[in-house]
């Protein structure tokens, strides 16, 4: 997996401890891009802390409401996605902008205490297979794919530039249409957590339909 300037091969060139940043409703895949509006001041100290050192930080969800964590920090989801910092400006306000590339999904296993420090380190396990070559998608039912997407696009009048999602590969398509999704924590989580881009996509349309359907039988729904 090749990250900016650096590539991340093998398990060695993943470091075995980070900062985390628990953020609701986020989701960063391996090769896509997040970006984020820092200006909470335990949020900062780590991101200058990542800066002078490699970079890297996990972005990973709260705890699902209602339901457990089923992993090793009660009140963070056990998956999460390492992210290198790709951009980085300061806007003369005291907050940060940062662009974070996705290099590989990780399990949680254990948070890491140190006295003093603002933000949480946890050490982690990485999903080594992220690292291998990307899967280019062509097991995926694209034309499902991009049904579900119409569908929902007309359904909430909205509109899309149909002529670069065409030219999207198939995996760029599916990550960015993951991100993009208007979904919940659990839907994001699902979406981060599916095995492969083939059942990422399937998960997503699944989640679409659903949303879909729940909406045609809500008879208060207005459309604006």
Not at 38 to 58: C, H, K, Q, T, W
Not at 173 to 199: C, F, H, R
Request: glycine fraction near 8%; hydrophobic fraction near 40%.
């Amino acid at each position: 997996m090749q990250v900016g300037n650096k590539s991340y091969r093998i398990a060695t060139d993943i470091p075995d401890q980070v900062p985390v940043f628990p953020l609701s409703g986020a989701l960063l895949l391996p090769g896509a891009q997040l970006p984020l509006n820092i200006f909470e001041p335990r949020y900062l100290a780590m991101f200058d802390e990542a800066l002078s050192g490699n970079r890297v930080i996990g972005i990973i969800q709260p705890a699902l409401e209602g339901g457990k964590a089923n992993g090793p920090v009660d009140d963070l989801c056990a998956v999460g996605c390492l992210g290198r910092v790709l951009s980085f400006g300061e806007t003369g306000d005291g907050r940060y902008v940062i662009t974070l590339g996705g290099i590989c999904r990780f399990r949680l296993t254990e948070e890491i205490h140190k006295k003093g420090r603002p933000y949480r380190v946890c050490a982690i396990k990485p999903f080594l297979t992220d690292l291998e070559p990307a899967d280019d998608g062509h097991d995926v039912d694209r034309k499902a794919l991009l049904d579900s997407f119409r569908a929902y696009l007309d359904a909430n009048n909205l509109e899309a530039d149909w002529s670069s999602v065409e030219k999207a590969s198939t995996v760029t398509l599916v990550n960015s249409l993951s991100m993009m999704s208007p979904y919940g924590p659990a839907e994001k989580q699902a979406l981060l957590e599916a095995d492969d881009i083939k059942t990422r996509a399937e998960t997503l349309v699944a989640i679409t339909e659903i949303s879909l359907a729940r909406e045609s039988d809500d008879p208060d729904r207005v459309l604006q």
